[in-house]
C-alpha cells in the first residue's frame, strides 16, 4: 500500500537556539562512574526525563493546598482526604524529581550558568521539608483542619506556601528550556 499523496512529511521537533541533540557526551560529564555505565548500557536514559517527571510534584501540592481550601470551605471530608493523599504523593515524587534534575543539570546543560539551578535546588530542598512536615502533621493530627485553631491556620499557610514554591521553581527551570532573550518585553 503507497502512502497518499496528501501525507505530510514528518518534521523534526524544533529545539531551542544554540543546543544540539546529544551535545554532550558521557567521558566528559562528572558523574560517578556505575551511573555512567547505566547510562552507556542504556542510551535512552540520556533523554531527559526530568520534564516528564517534574510535573507530577508540581500538580500534587497544587492539588494538596486546593483541595484542603475546598474543605475549609464546604467541611466535605473526601477533599480532606484526597489533599492529604495528594500531599503523600507530592512528598513522594519530590526526590525523584530532584535526581532526574540533576542528572539532567550535567548530561543536557553542563554548559548552562549555574545561578538558576542554585535557586531550583534551594528551593526544591524547602519543597520537601515543608511537604514532609505538612504531610507528618497531617498524619499524626488527622483533624488538623477539622476543629479550626491556630496551630490549624499555620498547617493551612504551610500547605499554601507548596504552590508559591513550585511556581518559583518550575520559572526557573522554565528559563533554561526557555531562556529570556535580552532586548525582548
Known amino acids: 500500500m503507497s502512502p497518499s499523496p496528501n501525507a505530510t512529511k514528518k518534521r523534526p521537533r524544533p529545539r531551542p537556539p544554540g543546543r544540539a541533540p546529544d551535545s554532550v557526551s558521557l567521558p566528559d560529564i562528572d558523574l560517578p562512574e556505575p551511573l555512567l555505565r547505566v547510562l552507556r548500557r542504556y542510551p535512552s536514559l540520556q533523554r531527559h526525563p526530568h520534564p516528564f517527571l517534574v510535573h507530577f510534584p508540581i500538580v500534587f ?33 519530590i526526590p525523584l524529581s530532584m535526581l532526574t534534575g540533576e542528572l539532567s543539570r550535567r548530561v543536557k546543560y553542563a554548559q548552562e550558568p549555574k545561578q538558576a ?25 488527622p483533624g488538623i483542619l477539622r476543629d479550626f485553631r491556630w496551630a490549624s491556620l499555620v498547617y493551612l499557610l504551610i500547605l499554601l506556601a507548596l ?4 511556581t518559583i521553581i518550575s520559572y526557573f527551570g522554565g528559563l533554561l528550556t526557555f531562556p529570556l532573550e535580552k532586548g525582548e518585553d
Open 163 to 166: 504552590p508559591v514554591l513550585v
Open 117 to 141: 539551578f542554585l535557586i531550583e535546588r534551594r528551593y526544591s530542598w524547602l519543597l520537601l521539608a515543608l511537604s514532609s512536615v505538612a504531610f507528618g502533621w497531617r498524619w499524626l493530627d
Open 61 to 93: 501540592a497544587l492539588a494538596a493546598a486546593f483541595f484542603s481550601l475546598l474543605y475549609v470551605g464546604t467541611g466535605v471530608v473526601s477533599f480532606d482526604t484526597t489533599a492529604f493523599h495528594c500531599l503523600g504523593a507530592t512528598v513522594l515524587t
